[in-house]
T-cell receptor
Framework: DAGVTQSPTHLIKTRGQQVTLRCSPK?????VSWYQQALGQGPQFIFQ???????QRGNFPDRFSGHQFPNYSSELNVNALLLGDSALYLC????????????FGSGTQLSVL | EDQVTQSPEALRLQEGESSSLNCSYT??????LFWYRQDPGKGPEFLFT???AGEEKEKERLKATLTKKESFLHITAPKPEDSATYLC????????????FGAGTRLFVKA
């Protein structure tokens, strides 16, 4: 049973560029949430997708956007990258109606130079 | 504002030396409190959910407890493989399904 998979594992970008991160949820799950984890901090909620719609959003600017596909996979897009966007980006999947227990991928480590 | 504070930031134990990690939370109606374990370079791994004060959950050497303001993760006779960052998180009623995490406690267990 495949768990949550994320790609790429590492990414280096320069300020002002755009980036797309990808996530495939655990088999049987239909809900994807994205989190940003800065070094030494806990994960911070970016947004959640269910039925291809953004259902809830955290305190992140519009530069952060997402998409969910019919097969439940998801993308996180960040435009106009800033140095402060350097972090581990985590994807978590769950079953809508049982959103308490999250299954996380290993994340994408984004470095902005 | 919903908030989670964990202490200590880091904890160093000898193998077999039991201790507790603290999680203080402020939330406008608790839906659930969660404990996760995170190893370096990995995403968090779910451990427990607690819903109401007085509730306890156990898994191997770990035991989580909950009061109206705090949760404790008790580690009994830890082993080196218990070394990890332990994250506490909450979901609030009326807050959708956003999970709010604390900064974590980094646990080091020396053989």
């Amino acid at each position: 049973d495949a768990g949550v998979t994320q790609s790429p594992t590492h990414l280096i970008k320069t300020r002002g560029q755009q980036v797309t991160l990808r996530c495939s949820p655990k088999s049987g799950h239909d809900t994807v949430s994205w989190y940003q984890q800065a070094l030494g901090q806990g994960p911070q909620f970016i947004f959640q997708y269910y039925e291809e719609e953004e259902r809830q959003r955290g305190n992140f600017p519009d530069r952060f956007s997402g998409h969910q596909f019919p097969n439940y996979s998801s993308e996180l897009n960040v435009n106009a990258l800033l140095l402060g966007d350097s972090a581990l980006y985590l994807c978590a999947s769950s079953l809508w109606g049982d959103n308490e227990k999250l299954f996380f991928g290993s994340g994408t480590q984004l470095s902005v130079l | 504002e919903d908030q989670v504070t964990q202490s200590p930031e880091a904890l160093r134990l000898q193998e077999g030396e039991s201790s507790s990690l603290n999680c203080s939370y402020t939330v406008s109606g608790l839906r659930g409190l969660f404990w996760y374990r995170q190893d370096p370079g990995k995403g968090p791994e779910f451990l427990f959910t607690l819903y109401s004060a007085g509730e306890e959950k156990e898994k191997e050497r770990l035991k989580a407890t909950l009061t109206k303001k705090e949760s404790f993760l008790h580690i009994t006779a830890p082993k080196p493989e218990d070394s990890a960052t332990y994250l506490c998180a909450v979901q609030a009623r009326g807050g959708g399904f956003k999970t709010i995490f604390g900064a974590g406690t980094r646990l080091f267990v020396k053989a």
